[in-house]
């Protein structure tokens, strides 16, 4: 029967598939690369992180004395006092090493970032869904085309409205203030209006045919309806727009010359420019860095996932 | 409760695509009327001009006494399930059912009331502070069915509220529906592309392709007088037996071909159908139900005796639908038959409901009864029934 089956061209089972054993000798390699291909990529993402703070624990005069070392070098919380201001004179120069050269107040830039990233983040997400709602929903002349001219806004690179919205602001008399700071980015993103719009587009028409005829306008459709069913969608708006708003730096640096007015980033831009260049401040800089980093980090951890899987659904990775 | 009157109604697109064509209709107080075709037929076009979703291009559209042509949807005083259910996925059943009385500010009293009453007769008041995504499918119907009569509208729109259900809770939803429906007595107008579904709820069906309303009655007129082939090869499952044939007027009768057989009718006839006897001789569409073929064995006394090759025997429990072969071709009559129709693809064959104690076999010759006096005539051209 067997030759028979051989004879048919009919292989016998063991030398169709490698044996149970073979097979997950190779599963567990594959499994091992892939572990050490993540580790890799763990490594380089957070090595930056350790670094800076490794960095602002070190005493700044000692750095380049230890500067093979992955631990703090002559460690010290100091340069973390510096920077929010509560440190004294003697701790200054303890862990500087010399007199202190540049400064900034941490606390006001921590609030200018915070109002500006805040006032932008609701404005941005409130007038982009009204937008997407309408490009998705209400019927009007000359709709697709004019969200197509919308769109097209996303292909100008930000560096060309740079200059006009900086005259503009200047003639309105907004120069170092938190509407110059906050204006161009207040109202809405072509990037936002087209994130929610699709997101809009999937909602079932029915559901606002449903409330139309249950007695909604469109405004109560909307603010009753469509919003509190976009909560995902929002609020992973709301998080990449506070996460931009707080990374900005060309627009402040060049609206917000007043340090009372200057986000964390442009002010420690300004730090590091204080340091003679012979001895920079490094650690009092990564320190400064770090807890600018801090809000972030934190959104970034408690809303990570949401992140994740929205910039999966909007098919932007 | 009220009327509703729609006169000449049309919904043209702006691609010029005419979707329903000068549609006329009388619907009577607490009626519960139900509007069938094939896919896009119009029938959910109809309905959404009723309920305002859709602009009316002309005509006119009366609810109760008065026009509602151009009346905004939420003045119109009906109420609406979709189907899909429409429900708001982050409100409660409570707050879903509540919601448009809550946007007519009804007092919380009232509310409440009608909220409770719903709740009872829907079989909803465990569920009231869960979300729709918590209920099946069936729970959910029942809610947006909730939504509908908390409002006590004038006129409740269905739009094939029962598709997405599994055939059996579909089966029970009917009767859930049409119990309602009769409790409240208020006037339903209802979409399905379900004829079994027209066919046991509706006081009155009107049938609709490419359209055009092809004709309103009630089901068993539809079934046992169509007023055209689409209406006679669309209403009934397995569907109507269409055929090309000749009739000739004799002394003693009139002989229908089948193939290169023939039937007899009586003079009679005549009598039921007189403008059968200007179409002598010429080429027209005969129609016989296959609940009007037999197994000429287990009908000893009843209709015309023709011969048939069996070509395939569908047992059914309770019947055997028989797809014969009479030596005749099936017209088709264009457009998509209802899902259940199950007489697709045998071409020539001829269908027969015998009994569940029929002898037949597959590949043999036998002889059928064919009742004739439920045959119907059609104009070949036109499609229209040949009677008066």
């Not at chain 1, 606390?107 to 500006?116: F, G, N, R, T």
């Not at chain 1, 340090?259 to 003679?276: D, I, N, W």
């Not at chain 2, 069936?138 to 029962?162: N, S, T, W």
Request: net charge negative; hydrophobic share 45%.
């Amino acid at each position: 029967m067997s030759a028979t089956a051989l004879d048919d061209g009919l292989t016998p089972p063991s030398a169709a598939a490698p044996p149970p054993s073979a097979r997950l000798r190779k599963r567990g390699i594959g499994r091992a690369a892939a572990w050490a291909f993540m580790i890799a990529i763990l490594v380089i993402s957070v090595f930056p992180f350790w670094w800076a703070l490794r960095t602002g624990l070190s005493t700044n005069g000692q750095l380049f004395a230890g500067e093979q070392s992955l631990l703090p070098v002559g460690y010290t919380d100091n340069n973390f006092e510096r920077v929010l201001g509560t440190a004294s004179e003697e701790e200054i120069l303890e862990s500087l090493g010399r007199q202190n050269t540049g400064s900034f107040d941490f606390l006001q830039s921590l609030k200018v970032s915070v109002i500006v990233s805040t006032a932008v983040t609701i404005g941005q997400v409130a007038f982009s869904a009204m937008a997407a709602y309408a490009f998705a929903r209400l019927r009007f002349r000359g709709r697709d085309k004019l969200f197509f001219l919308f769109l097209s806004g996303l292909m100008i690179p930000p560096i060309f409205t740079l200059i006009p919205n900086l005259v503009l602001v200047k003639n309105l008399g907004w120069l170092n203030s938190y509407p110059g700071i906050i204006a161009p980015f207040f109202f809405m993103t072509p990037f936002a209006v087209f994130f929610l719009r699709q997101f809009f587009l999937g909602i079932s028409r029915e559901v606002e045919e449903a409330a139309l005829l249950d007695g909604a306008g469109h405004f109560r459709t909307f603010f009753g309806i469509i919003v509190p069913m976009s909560a995902a969608p929002l609020a992973t708006l709301s998080i990449l727009t506070y996460i931009t708003a707080w990374n900005e730096f060309l627009w402040p640096l060049v609206v917000a010359r007043d340090p009372a007015r200057q986000p964390l980033t442009v002010a420690l831009g300004q730090f590091t420019a204080q340091q003679p260049g012979t001895s920079p401040d490094w650690s009092g800089l990564m320190a400064g860095t770090l807890l600018a980093a801090l809000p972030i980090i934190v959104i970034f951890l408690a809303f990570g996932r949401k992140v994740v899987d929205s910039i999966g659904f909007s098919g932007i990775k | 409760m009220a009327t509703v009157e729609l006169e000449e109604l049309t919904k043209v697109y702006p691609g010029g695509v005419t979707a329903v064509n000068a549609m006329s209709l009388s619907i009577s107080d607490g009626e519960f009327v139900v509007f069938v075709g094939p896919s896009g037929c119009g029938k959910s076009t109809a309905l959404r001009m009723v309920a305002g979703l859709e602009e009316i291009s002309s005509g006119t559209l009366r609810i109760g006494d008065a026009e509602m042509t151009k009346v905004h949807p939420r003045d119109r005083d009906i109420a609406m399930v979709f189907q899909n259910y429409a429900l708001y996925p982050h409100l409660t059943v409570r707050k879903n059912i509540a919601y448009p009385l809550k946007l007519a500010k009804v007092g919380k009293s009232e509310m409440d009331r009608r909220l409770e009453r719903t709740a009872e007769v829907l079989h909803l008041t465990e569920f009231l502070d869960r979300k729709p995504a918590a209920l099946s499918g069936g729970q959910r119907q029942r809610v947006a069915m909730g939504r509908a009569i908390v409002r006590e509208p004038a006129v409740f729109l269905m739009d094939e509220p029962l598709s997405n259900l599994d055939a059996k809770l579909r089966v029970y939803m009917r009767s859930e529906i049409s119990r309602i429906q009769q409790d409240l007595g208020v006037t339903t107008i209802y979409v399905t592309h379900d004829q079994v579904e027209a066919m046991t709820m509706g006081d009155r069906v009107a049938v609709l392709n490419g359209g055009v309303l092809q004709q309103v009655d009630k089901p068993s007129v539809l079934y046992r007088r169509p007023a055209n082939m689409f209406v006679a090869g669309f209403v009934g499952s397995p569907a109507m037996n269409l055929f090309e044939s000749t009739i000739t007027v004799g002394d003693a009768g009139v002989y229908v071909e089948m193939g290169d057989q023939q039937v007899e009718l009586p003079l009679s006839f005549l009598d039921d159908c007189p403008a059968l006897r200007a179409h002598q001789g010429e080429r027209l569409v005969c129609g016989i139900r296959p609940d009007d073929v037999y197994d000429a064995a287990l009908a000893p006394d009843l209709g015309q005796r023709i011969a048939a090759n069996v070509q395939l025997l569908e047992e059914l429990g309770s019947e055997i639908v028989a797809h014969l072969d009479i030596g005749v071709q099936r017209v088709e009559i264009g457009g998509p038959t209802a899902d259940t129709d199950d007489s697709e693809g045998l071409g020539s064959a001829f269908l027969g409901r015998f009994a569940q104690q029929s002898d037949a076999r597959v590949g043999e010759r036998m002889e059928v009864a064919v009742d004739v006096s439920a045959m119907h005539f059609f104009d070949k051209a036109t499609g229209e029934v040949i009677r008066s």
